[in-house]
Antibody
Framework: QVQLKESGPGLVQPSQTLSLTCTVS????????VHWVRQPPGKGLEWMGV???????DYNSALKPRLSISRDTSKSQVFLTMNSLQTEDTGIYYC??????WGQGTLVTVSS | DIVMTQAPLSVSVTPGESASISCRSS???????????VYWYLQKPGKSPQLLIY???NLASGVPDRFSGSGSETDFTLKISRVEAEDVGIYYC?????????FGAGTKLELK
């Protein structure tokens, strides 16, 4: 059974760094791509980036200067790191497999 | 970036009747491999998005065949036949042709 679950701090201070973990089961990270998508409260979906099955990454150019995606295949985990957070980065962050199977999402609030 | 424009922004449907949602892309989503990279998602209230249709007209696993997708290179339609209470939520189209992947603003489906 394919599952993805996001975890991380619910609250981040402005200008600080966000670190999220996506723990997957039911498939191998070396066979499937994992994307990150976020959703501001009450708004639409924004694609952030992807780590391909081969380990390469691609990012939304709007976020690229601040964003990094990596993984630990032995632990079946994908990591998202984004620095210089601002209030507009508040939202639900989702990881998903090939934009098909989605995790439940984790709410990140940027506030002092 | 490719802009995805959905219409209408909201639709109210009597259970048992059909509904159609339109999506237009600012650029052709037809790849040279013959595949059209438009996807449809449903986000039920308080839930993660779920994949309905991939590559314009392919039904995702577990999705009722009341859902269907069609279109051309830039104009796409999601049709829901015999709308049921469980179909309530926000429908998004998305393009997975090129970076950054982008989504429409969403269409909210409600029951009359």
């Amino acid at each position: 059974q394919v599952q993805l679950k996001e975890s991380g701090p619910g609250l981040v201070q402005p200008s600080q760094t966000l670190s999220l973990t996506c723990t997957v089961s039911g498939f191998s990270l070396t066979s499937y791509n994992v994307h990150w998508v976020r959703q501001p409260p009450g708004k639409g979906l924004e694609w952030m980036g992807v780590i391909w099955s081969g380990g390469n990454t691609d990012y939304n150019s709007a976020l690229k200067p601040r964003l990094s995606i990596s993984r630990d295949t032995s632990k079946s985990q994908v990591f998202l790191t984004m620095n210089s957070l601002q209030t507009e980065d508040t939202g639900i962050y989702y990881c998903n497999r090939n934009l098909g199977y989605w995790g439940q999402g984790t709410l990140v609030t940027v506030s002092s | 970036d490719i802009v995805m424009t959905q219409a209408p922004l909201s639709v109210s449907v009597t259970p048992g009747e059909s509904a159609s949602i339109s999506c237009r892309s600012s650029k052709s989503l037809l790849h040279s491999n013959g595949i059209t990279y438009v996807y449809w998602y449903l986000q039920k209230p308080g839930k993660s998005p779920q994949l309905l249709i991939y590559r314009m007209s392919n039904l995702a696993s577990g999705v009722p065949d009341r859902f269907s997708g069609s279109g051309s290179e830039t104009d796409f339609t999601l049709k829901i036949s015999r709308v049921e209470a469980e179909d309530v939520g926000i429908y998004y189209c998305g393009q997975l042709l090129e970076n950054p992947y982008t989504f429409g603003a969403g269409t909210k489906l409600e029951l009359k």
